[in-house]
């Protein structure tokens, strides 16, 4: 059984993909270019898991973890505190790496939100229920939403679901993705993007975790009494 006290209740994360390099992404290159500190270093090196091979790297310091794989780089934290400091390393190993070929970059925040009602889960499948598609219910029946909205370069997805974390809590999942159109081997500046993109689409997924959080009593259905 997971340990409740260790998982986290939000997490937070900025991901590129494009023709990456993992063996590059290891915490002593980051220190050299002054992506990261000494403190941040130190405490990478040391923590478990470190990896840095041509496949896949990964090192994790106090504040934020990096993930690098062939077509994909990923920085996360679970502290709303780091954001900025997630961002600010985000532009700066993209600004060094302005040659490396990028199609799309997005951001992630999840957040798992006590939600008012004893079945989360069961709330979800009665409200679907009452769609006209023939959902049957039952005690043990759970639900899931998705949303999407597309633009003309932009995808948002919003996804609600039970929470791991308990019976009265929803996962709220929020996931923007942006894609970039510039020429092949066209060396661009990404760091105006992630600025001008992060915060907007934070702000948005924080909207939409506070909307679904409060309007999860009004779903309940007919069998809510039975709790």
Not at 132 to 138: D, H, L, N, Q, S
């Amino acid at each position: 059984m997971a340990d409740m006290a260790k998982i986290p209740r939000d997490l937070y994360s900025i991901v590129v993909a494009g023709a990456m390099n993992p063996a590059l992404h290891h915490p002593g290159w980051y220190k050299s270019q002054n992506f990261i500190n000494q403190q941040e270093q130190d405490s990478a090196v040391t923590a478990q898991p470190l990896i840095t091979t041509p496949q896949f790297s990964n090192f994790v310091a106090p504040e934020f973890t990096i993930t690098c794989l062939p077509d994909r780089w990923e920085i996360q934290t679970v502290r709303s505190q780091a954001m900025d400091r997630i961002l600010s390393v985000a532009c700066s190993v993209f600004e060094a790496l302005n040659h490396t070929p990028v199609g799309a970059y997005g951001f992630n925040f999840i957040s798992n939100r006590e939600v008012g009602v004893p079945k989360a889960g069961q709330t979800l499948a009665e409200a679907l229920a009452r769609l006209p598609f023939g959902f049957p219910v039952a005690e043990d029946t759970e639900g899931e939403i998705s949303f999407t909205a597309k633009g003309e370069k932009q995808k948002i997805t919003l996804v609600i679901s039970k929470s791991i974390l308990g019976d009265n809590f929803a996962s709220i999942r929020f996931n923007a993705h942006h894609e970039i159109t510039a020429p092949k081997d066209t060396i661009f500046d990404l760091t105006p993007m992630l600025r001008r993109d992060f915060w907007p689409d934070f702000q948005r997924a924080d909207a939409y975790f506070h909307s679904v959080a409060s309007g999860f009593p009004s779903l309940r259905g007919a069998h809510a009494g039975r709790n």
